[in-house]
C-alpha cells in the first residue's frame, strides 16, 4: 500500500509499504478513503518532535471503511464508514470511564522523563512514538487498535469531507470554547487564525459570544473576512511594539479589553521544544510573548484558554498578572474527542457547522509529499486540504 513516510528533517516521501494486519483482538483495518494534514503535523515535518523515527507513517485526522477486525469488535461490521479519533483510547480506564479519553491511562505511557517535556497524553495515530508510535492514516490503510472505541460511523447524509474532521480541528475548537467557558455575551479574541481558530469562532458565536476579533497577518486575514464576515480582525505584523497587541485590543474593546482570549497558535512550539532541553541543561530563553497577550489583555477575572501545543517549561511569563488580576489560566489539553464527537457530527447533520469551509485544497494521497511543503510555505493560500485516497 501507499504511505506518507517522514524521512528526515524537512524530508517526507509517498512510499510502498505492508499493509497492517490485525494483531489484538479489538483491532480494526480501516481503508482509508479521506486524510489530512494538520498544523500540528509540520512539528513532524521540521523534525522538532521528539522520538520521531525515519519510516514512521504520518497523519492523525482520517477516515475510512472497516476492512478487517478481530474478534472483540462487536459494534462494527465490515464496510461501515467511520471517522477515527486521534487519539487512541481504550474506553475503559479511569479517565476513559470520564470520556477524557485524551488522557487514557492505557495508551499513556508518561514517565518523569515524560514529564519533562510536558507529560504524554493518550496514544496518537502518526505522531512519532513520544505518543506510542501507531502508524497514521496519511496512507491506504492503517491498524486502529481499540477500533470499538476510536471509530465513529458516519449516517448517509455526512460524506466524509465533512465528517472527517470530526477526528481533531471540530473537536479541538469545540474543547478550546467549552473547557475555557465562553458565554452568551463574552467578547473573546483569539490568537491564530489557523483551522483551529476559525472553528473556535464559529464555536464562539453558537455559544453566545457577542464579539469575536481574530489576531494573525494578512494572507490568513483575508480568508476569514471573506468566509467569517462577522469577525473583527487584528493583523498583528502591522502593529509596532511588544505590547501593541495588548494596546490594540484594549482600544478595540472599550479600554478594558475582551472578556476571554483563546491560544490557537504556540508558534513557539518547536522553540519550546529546544527550550525544555536548554532547561534541562542550565540555559534560559525568553518563549512566551503570545501568552503574555493573552494574559494581558484580558479585563480582570478573564479567561485564558491554551489550546496551542507546548511542550515543558516556557518561562517568562506574567505569573503576576495572572495573580493579581484574577485570571482564569486554563490549558485545554489535547481534546477529549469522544467527550464531544457524538453530539458534534448531530450539528454537523443540522448544518449548524460546516467543516467544508476549511478546505482550501483537494489532493491525492500519491502527491502528499509535494503537499507537506506546499502546506509549509503556504503557497496558494493553502490551510486545509482533502486527501482523497
Ligand atoms: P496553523 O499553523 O494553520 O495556524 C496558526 C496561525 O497562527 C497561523 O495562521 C499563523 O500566522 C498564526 N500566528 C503565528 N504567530 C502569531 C502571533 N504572534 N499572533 C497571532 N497569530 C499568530 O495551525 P492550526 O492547524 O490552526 O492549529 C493551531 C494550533 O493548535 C497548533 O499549535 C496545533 O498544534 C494546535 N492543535 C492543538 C490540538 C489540541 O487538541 N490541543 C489539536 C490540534 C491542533
Ligand atoms: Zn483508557
Not at 502527491?367 to 486540504?385: I, S, T
Request: charged share 25%; with cysteine.
Amino acid at each position: 500500500m501507499k504511505a506518507l513516510v517522514w524521512m528526515g528533517k524537512n524530508t517526507v516521501e509517498v512510499v510502498d509499504c505492508p499493509k497492517p494486519k490485525v494483531i489484538e483482538d479489538r483491532d480494526v483495518i480501516l481503508k482509508i478513503t479521506g486524510s489530512t494534514v494538520c498544523g500540528s503535523d509540520l512539528h513532524l515535518l521540521h523534525g522538532s518532535v521528539v522520538e520521531l523515527q525515519k519510516g514512521d507513517i504520518l497523519g492523525h485526522e482520517f477516515c475510512g471503511i472497516v476492512d478487517e477486525m478481530g474478534s472483540g469488535v462487536k459494534n462494527l461490521k465490515k464496510g461501515d464508514r467511520v471517522v477515527a479519533s486521534f487519539q487512541i483510547a481504550c474506553g475503559d480506564c479511569l479517565y476513559c470511564n470520564k470520556k477524557l479519553s485524551s488522557q487514557c491511562a492505557r495508551t499513556n505511557a508518561s514517565s518523569v522523563e515524560n514529564a519533562m517535556y510536558g507529560g504524554r497524553t493518550a496514544g496518537m495515530f502518526g505522531y512519532s512514538h513520544f505518543t506510542g508510535g501507531f502508524a497514521g492514516g496519511q496512507a491506504e490503510y492503517t491498524r486502529v487498535p481499540f477500533g470499538d472505541v476510536n471509530l465513529l460511523k458516519l449516517p448517509d447524509d455526512v460524506p466524509d469531507e465533512k465528517g472527517l474532521y470530526l477526528s481533531d480541528v471540530v473537536c479541538t475548537s469545540w474543547n478550546c470554547v467549552v473547557d475555557t467557558g465562553v458565554k452568551e455575551g463574552d467578547v473573546v479574541a483569539i490568537w491564530g487564525a489557523g483551522p483551529i481558530g476559525q472553528m473556535c469562532a464559529d464555536f464562539c458565536f453558537i455559544n453566545g459570544a457577542s464579539r469575536v476579533i481574530m489576531i494573525d497577518q494578512n494572507w490568513r486575514l483575508d480568508y476569514v473576512k471573506q468566509k467569517y464576515p462577522a469577525v473583527e480582525t487584528v493583523d498583528f505584523t502591522a502593529l509596532k511594539g511588544t505590547k501593541a497587541v495588548v494596546s490594540k485590543l484594549k482600544e478595540m474593546v472599550d479600554g478594558h479589553g475582551p472578556d476571554v482570549a483563546l491560544e490557537c497558535v504556540a508558534g513557539e512550539y518547536p522553540k519550546s521544544w529546544l527550550h525544555t532541553v536548554e532547561l534541562m541543561t542550565g540555559l534560559e530563553t525568553d518563549t512566551s510573548e503570545i501568552l503574555n497577550e493573552c494574559i494581558e489583555s484580558v479585563k480582570n477575572y478573564g479567561r485564558v484558554g491554551i489550546t496551542g501545543v507546548y511542550v515543558g517549561y516556557t518561562n517568562h511569563f506574567n505569573i503576576g498578572s495572572v495573580m493579581e488580576r484574577g485570571i482564569r489560566f486554563i490549558g485545554n489539553g489535547q481534546a477529549p474527542v469522544h467527550l464531544y464527537w457524538d453530539d458534534l457530527l448531530k450539528r454537523i447533520q443540522k448544518g449548524e457547522i460546516d467543516p467544508l469551509k476549511m478546505i482550501t485544497h483537494r489532493v491525492r494521497v500519491e502527491d502528499l509529499d509535494k503537499v507537506y511543503h506546499k502546506f509549509d510555505n503556504k503557497e496558494d493560500g493553502m490551510q486545509k486540504v482533502y486527501v482523497q485516497t
